[in-house]
Every structure is written in C-alpha cells, then in structure tokens.
C-alpha cells in the first residue's frame, strides 16, 4: 500500500459541533476557514515542501467542499474526508491547481 504523504489528524470534534450549529452547509464550512486553517497548520511543513501555499490550498479544499459537508452529516468519516483531501493533494488537480478558475 502507498505511504499517504500526510497524515490524517485528529477529528476536530468542537469544531466539527460548531460547524453544524452554524447551518453545516457551505457557508459554515468557509466562515473563517477554520477548517481549512486547521489542516493547514496541522500539514503545512509537509505541504509547502510540495510548494503548496495557503492560496494554492484554500483553492484545492474549494474542490472539497461536498466532501466537508457529507462529514458534517456523518455520511462520511472523518478519514474519508481526510484521504479524499490527499489523494487531491496528488492528483493532477493538486498538481495544476493553480491553473484552474473557480
């Protein structure tokens, strides 16, 4: 099996609570980016060794964000989430993120 390049960190439980009183829809996911700068300063070492920013991550996670609801809905595991972030991470989209428009 292929070493994953990060590991998947512990689920924020209280985040994840306050993500769902906030409606648990998109909205919730990116006010503050409070998800996404949790992972950010869990992985960011590792990240910016692939020349991945802030930026370039925020753009990649926006690719992320039906998967960050069907966590919120407990439809996916927290490590479900977590690997479908990293396999993007490696992908051609995490590759060429920077060439693509929203």
């Known amino acids: ?3 994953e390049i990060l590991d998947i960190p512990e689920e924020p439980i209280k985040l994840k609570k306050q993500l769902i009183e906030m409606g648990g829809d998109a909205l919730a996911i990116w006010y503050g ?3 996404q700068g949790y992972l950010w300063n869990t992985w960011k070492d590792s990240l910016k060794k692939k020349d991945f920013t802030w930026s370039r991550f925020i753009k990649l996670l926006k690719y992320k964000t039906a ?6 809905q407990d439809k996916i595991s927290w490590e479900n989430f977590i690997q479908e972030i990293i396999k993007s991470i490696e992908s051609p ?6 060439c693509m428009v929203i």
Do not use: E, T
């Open 33 to 35: 980016n409070k998800l």
């Open 93 to 98: 989209l995490g590759q060429n993120i920077d």
């Open 1 to 3: 099996m292929k070493k």
């Open 67 to 72: 998967y960050a609801s069907l966590w919120l």
